[in-house]
């Protein structure tokens, strides 16, 4: 059953993946977002949405299937070269949707990653890495604060996410709002 699942987290991966990539070239997507037509009408970049109606949604899943290979090749379970070269097709799709939330996740998966399968070494220098991006970030929030900016500007408005999250978990922890409490 695990391989299985892997298998169907790989195929999916790739497909939409490839539906990515095929927008990014064509410049087509196939549900429309108002918010989205306007940013990739005003910008150099077009971001693809594959078969999902936002992009960061998009980059999630993708993210999900190279966690999955990359644990495989971790784990060396499958052949080396075929997970590869469906690392570079998903990571190639994961690129056009310009979600810096999920080249972020993924540099999480990463690092956690190799924190758990790496030697010692290789633990050390994750570790590293890890107190360095952390001791950057908390000086450029810090910076940006100080220079007058909102901590909800700094995150892009994803404070007021966490916020509605927080307020939704507390009221209705099991339920939450429902499909027909969204908007």
């Known amino acids: ?15 939409f993946a490839a539906v990515g990539l095929w927008q990014a070239a064509t410049h087509e997507l196939f549900f429309y977002a108002p918010n989205l037509a306007v940013s990739n009408a005003n910008t150099d970049f077009f971001r693809v ?37 469906l ?3 998903m990571w190639g799709g994961l690129f056009f949707s310009y979600s810096q939330s999920s080249m972020t996740a993924l540099l999480v998966v990463t690092a956690a990653l190799a ?16 107190l360095a991006a952390v001791l950057a970030g908390g000086a450029y929030v810090t910076a940006r604060l100080i220079d007058g900016e909102s901590i909800n500007r700094i995150t892009s408005d994803r404070t007021d996410r966490v916020e509605d999250t927080v307020r939704v978990v507390e009221d209705s922890p099991l339920l939450g709002v429902g499909i027909g409490g969204q908007p």
């Not at 070494?121 to 590293?128: E, P, T, W």
């Open 87 to 89: 690392v570079a097709l």
């Open 1 to 15: 059953v695990p391989g299985a699942l892997a298998a169907a987290a790989l195929c999916l991966g790739a497909l």
């Open 115 to 130: 924190l758990a399968t790496g030697d010692r070494r290789v633990r050390l220098a994750v570790g590293a890495i890890a």
């Open 49 to 85: 949405t594959s078969l999902f109606g936002d992009p960061s949604l998009y980059g999630r899943h993708l993210v999900l299937a190279i966690t999955v290979a990359l644990t495989l090749l971790a784990c060396r379970r499958w052949r080396a070269w075929p997970l590869i070269g």
